[in-house]
């Protein structure tokens, strides 16, 4: 959960930009006003890594984020990544062998693409 602030509204696409210390994201607008302070859920299943900036997606969120620790999931077959977009905290769900592929470890740059987001408030 983090803390944001609603920047803008794009009426003709029915969607709310929100900043957050870290970036900010393209939402669903739901008729929130420009300086309206909300909270944003980013649900790791939602959050994909990638290294580079990716071009040719539908995802519209990415920010630059770091590794900070990595941990084994309920599953032997995924990883838990915390990651620090600037001083915010995020979350992503991955396959172990996405992690080795993508050689991920703690420290290590990355973009991270975020394809869903929840407005709380």
Do not use: C, N, Y
């Given at each position: ?52 900036p990716v071009n040719g997606t539908s995802i519209q969120n990415c920010l630059p984020a770091t590794v900070e620790e990595m ?51």
């Open positions: 959960m983090l803390a944001a602030v609603v920047a803008e509204r794009d009426e003709k696409w029915h969607l709310a930009r929100v900043e957050f210390p870290g970036g900010s994201l393209w939402v669903r607008d739901g008729g929130h006003v420009p300086g309206q302070l909300v909270r944003v859920r980013i649900l790791a299943r939602d959050v994909s890594i990638a290294l580079a941990a084994a999931d309920r599953h032997p077959a995924l990883s838990l990544l915390r990651l620090k977009a600037g001083p915010s905290p995020l979350l992503a769900r991955l396959t172990q062998r996405s992690a080795a592929g993508l050689a991920l470890v703690p420290g290590k740059a990355v973009r991270v693409q975020i394809k869903a987001v929840a407005l709380i408030g």
